[in-house]
């Protein structure tokens, strides 16, 4: 069926078999183009598994949810397109904002102490001054191996006032701590695990960067006579701007999803722990007790496009800080 | 170049689609007029042999099913707990949703019912003469089944209930057993005072409690006609009730214990937890989960807002129900039949369940029966008289499921915060009257 052609790559294999979506006339007049053409196709050819699996797993999932939310399923009526109505609740829901500024809280407090203190930690074993650093390096990084739903349970039962940890220091000690699993405090017991959990995790980023730093550097420091301090503040950190991106963007994407903690301690704390509590647990919520599936997939999307706006906006402000 | 990338992500991207609304199209239920079965059919479908899916995590089905399955060997009954209360529910609104995997029979408590009922998830068994067992249940359970016009369960047990309390500890601190909900508040305080560590009960924020107390002392939250709804918390019963409640946790009364917590079993075991205002399914409960409980508990009629009233409620409850999308109808409406009007009630009674039917309800057996467990008392003639004081005229939501799993959100504020039970009520019956409206229903 081909047009006659001048000896190519890959002889047999027939286009229109692949990918058939060009009709022979509009091939014709577009004859001259054919060597530059062929190229195209075939590498088009090596992807196209990729591609298959990509629309698949990728797309599929997202093209899904933009369908949905355009509907509304109701007990009453069954289900009818709305357009863009669904859109609107959602960006005038009291509901979806209040715990988009819940994470946000989260953000701005927990993230940029969790890669303080991982940043430290990274300096502190990249230092080969620490005692034990091998045993240090791993003891940091264990928590990051459990997993959120073991970690959660677990500080949720050191959290309990009655039978767990803090209850026995109330105890012991005959004073009285702040209920951790209070609506006051349930959030900085959230940020704690999570601190936890992802102090490791951001350690190795940042020890992984400081580790490709080449070590004449730091010898010509010492010989100009610079201190711990300069070193790290002339060399280690500005090498670090790309990692500390990386762990930032991490974190954030991260934030914004949080839903293992909360989900897990709402089974100890239902009173503390809304059904709105963090978006994403709106959405579970919405979906799977209120059936609300559309109005889910919704919230869903909004928070997918805040949240790359967030990280893109970070990004772009890193980028800046480097040129 | 450019173009052509266009068009092959153009192809990528509908072939996705298509692969989405191909999935998204075997959704559909049929709403159409109902198939009918006669009894001959049903015993068809025995003698044909089969296997049907039942989800259930009432304890003494697993019996019932041993037992069926003898009487009908070419039968096969594969029993599932596919969690308990909403959590079944989940799974089971999802597989209906997804048109797979959906049970052949569920169990389904009575609040939950109408919401299956509505979305036409649930077979209406007056297509299978479901009618005719008018009598056989107690008036509750069988009102309960009701939805419109159908009857969409067959009742399995009901929850009238009683007040079960820890006799060791009330004699231990010389305090009489409350009759009336005002002697209740007093030996709450009484009990606490006397052992800072005695609670009088523990309670964080249960929606099936508190709506069956609202029920008890006359309040009728909820009006249902179709799909006109009403939801007050004004009226007076309900009022009753957080007026009562209130002081108990202001004053810190009640055992801030998550029930059926670990915690909890515990604090019913060690007399922590004095009482339980709870439906009379509660036996086989304790005896299994409180071992260090036995001949300590006893069981009481509820207390009264009005000294000598005799008022009761009901507390859960549940029948076993046919998904419309079930396979094999007439055999799972056999199978339903059999554990809950038939030989299998009787069954799961001797097992420690709390009878639906009138035979059972009145049986001298039943009501003779003494309970080691509390002492050798005769615990069931307490239960079976509550089941025939409870107050007409309650209804739940037809979306009930839903406004149950975001109570704690609203109401469970009012045990963590110095907001008020009313005013928690309140902002419940706002959320619950949203969600009323964005389904469709014509709400106050």
Known sequence: MAPPQPATVVPDVDESATLGADKPEARKTRKTEQPRRRRSWVGWRFVAPFLVVF????????????????????????NSFVGLDNYGEV?????????????????????????????????????????????????????????????????????????????????????????PLSPEWVLTAIGNIVTWEFIGYNMLIFYSALQVIPRSLYESAEIDGASQLRIITSIKLPALRGALMIATIFSIIGSFQLFNEPAILQKIAPNAITTDFTPNLYAYTLSFSGQQYNNSATVAIVMGVITMIVAYLVQLRGMRKDG | MIRQRRR????????ALALVLAACGSGGSDTGTQEQFSAEDVQAALDAGGTIKVWAWEPTLKQVVADFQQKYPKVKVELVNAGTGDKQYTA????????????????????????????????????????????????????????GEGIFGLPMDSGPMALFYNKEVFDKHGIAVPTTWDEYATAARALHTADPKVYITSDTGDAGFTTSMIWQAGGKPYKVDGTNVKIDFSDEGSQRFTTMWQQLISEKLVSPVNGWSDQWYQGLGDGSIAT????????????????????????APMPQWEAGGKATAENGGSGLSIPTAGANKALAYAFTKYATAEEGATTRTKGGAFPATTAELSSQEFLNAEFPYFGGQKANEVLAQSAKDVVGGWSY????????SIFNDTVGKAYVSDTKLSDGLKAWQEASAKYGKDQGFAVN
């Open chain 2, 8 to 15: 092959s992500v153009f192809t990528a991207l509908a072939g």
């Open chain 1, 91 to 179: 960006l005038t829901d009291p509901q979806f904002w209040s715990s988009v500024g819940r994470v946000s809280l989260f953000l701005v407090v927990q993230v940029p102490v969790m890669l303080f203190l991982a940043l430290l930690v990274a300096l502190a074993v990249d230092s080969g001054r620490l005692y034990g650093r091998n045993f240090f390096r791993l003891a940091v990084f264990l928590p990051y191996a459990v997993p959120a739903v073991v970690a959660t349970l677990m500080w949720g039962f050191m959290y309990g006032t009655r039978f767990g940890l803090v209850g026995n220091i109330n105890e012991a000690f005959g004073i009285t701590l702040p209920d």
């Open chain 2, 276 to 299: 339980l205002v709870i439906g009379a399914w509660m036996p086989a409960n304790l005896q299994s989960g409180v071992a260090a409980g036995a001949g300590k508990w006893r069981v």
């Open chain 2, 92 to 147: 089971l609104q999802n597989a209906i949703a997804a048109g797979s995997g959906v049970p052949d029979v569920a169990q389904i408590e009575y609040y939950a019912l109408p919401q299956f009922a509505l979305a036409k998830s649930m077979t209406d068994l007056k297509s299978f003469e479901a009618d005719k067992f008018e009598g056989t249940f107690s008036t509750g359970p069988w009102t309960s089944v009701h939805a």
């Open chain 1, 55 to 78: 629309a698949l797993v990728f797309l599929a999932p997202i093209v899904y949810s933009i369908y949905l939310s355009f509907f509304q399923n109701r007990l009453v009526g069954g």
């Open chain 2, 397 to 404: 939501l037809p979306f009930q499921v839903y406004a149950n």
